[in-house]
């Protein structure tokens, strides 16, 4: 998967996963207590759409009109995805856009920004010397927010257990690495060990090199608290699309999520579907603290 996210941005993917980031900060913000957002592979933070059809060296397809293009007009939907639609068309007025075709999109850190209360804080790690650089530019006059050039997966480590005894751990990769979902469970695994209670979301591809069910299984052998796992598929197997759905894997899932996310990605398996054999589901890979020798639910 290319890293500058720019070519990707607000597309079917990221739509999925913004629409249920702000459903988890949504849950978060039901306690007056604040909370920590550790955000461990947050890119610049914003992105220009205009920008996605210029590669490195050659034009390239755009693949936000079949994202949040399809979500831009007026009404439709359930409350749960106008929310996030309205956010981005806040986001998007900000940046200067006056016009009806989405130009300016907020990526994770901007979406918990604009959420976020007084009370809440933001730690942004991005590794990418130049993607960091932007980041901490967006962010340079961003209260209670810091931005640091750091390892994502080391961020877990340095930032938990948060003082504020409450956090939403965002882990979103790009997926480049061979061993990224072993990088992912050793996180996992630490930021568990050092903060049991805390939110942990995983995004991950649907693609034939992503083995989802092999992280699963890794992820289940923790022992972790409740799990599950959402999932989008635009298109079936046959499909023949590089990457047909992706999914988000949600520890300790607030109250009610499992709910919410399946009423958001019924309703995005329609709008955002480029193929027959899609879909939108929930899955609980652990429903309580597995006993020892429990098996995970197929």
């Known amino acids: 998967m ?32 604040g909370f920590l957002y550790l955000d461990t592979h947050a890119g610049r933070g914003h992105y220009d759409l205009a920008a996605a059809a210029t590669g490195d060296s050659l034009a390239r397809k755009p693949e936000w009109p079949d994202g949040i293009g399809r979500l831009a007009g007026p009404g439709g939907g359930p409350e749960l995805v106008a929310e996030y639609v309205a956010l981005v068309r806040e986001f998007d007025r900000r940046g200067g856009n006056a016009g009806d075709i989405p130009r300016f999109y907020p990526g994770s850190p901007w979406l918990a920004r604009l959420l976020a209360r007084p009370q809440d804080r933001l730690a942004l790690a991005e590794k990418h010397p130049a993607e960091c650089a932007a980041l901490r530019d967006g962010f340079q006059f961003s209260p ?37 979902f072993a990088q992912i469970t050793a996180a996992l695994s630490e930021g568990l060990r050092r903060f049991p209670s805390g939110v942990f979301a995983v995004w991950y591809p649907l693609t034939e090199r992503a083995r989802a069910d092999e992280f699963f299984d890794a992820l289940c052998g923790l022992r972790p608290p ?12 046959g499909a023949g699309l590089k990457m047909r ?3 988000l894997v949600v520890v300790n899932p607030p109250w009610q999520f499992d709910r919410e996310a399946r009423d958001v990605l019924t309703f995005l398996a329609t709008v955002l579907a480029q193929a027959p054999g899609g879909g939108g589901s929930v899955t609980w890979l652990v429903t309580e603290p597995p006993r020892k020798g429990a098996i995970r639910p197929k």
């Open 144 to 180: 209670r927010t810091t931005v640091q050039e750091m390892d994502g997966y080391a961020a877990v480590r340095a930032a938990l257990p948060p003082p504020e005894r409450r956090a939403l751990v965002l882990i979103d990769p790009p997926y480049e690495a061979q061993d990224e």
């Open 2 to 33: 290319n890293y500058r996210h720019h070519f990707h941005a607000g597309n079917f993917a990221d739509v999925m996963k913004h629409a249920l980031l702000m459903r988890l900060l949504r849950a978060l913000q039901r306690k007056e207590k």
């Open 226 to 237: 409740p799990t599950l796992a959402a999932e989008l598929a635009i298109a079936g197997d």
């Open 245 to 247: 759905g992706c999914g």
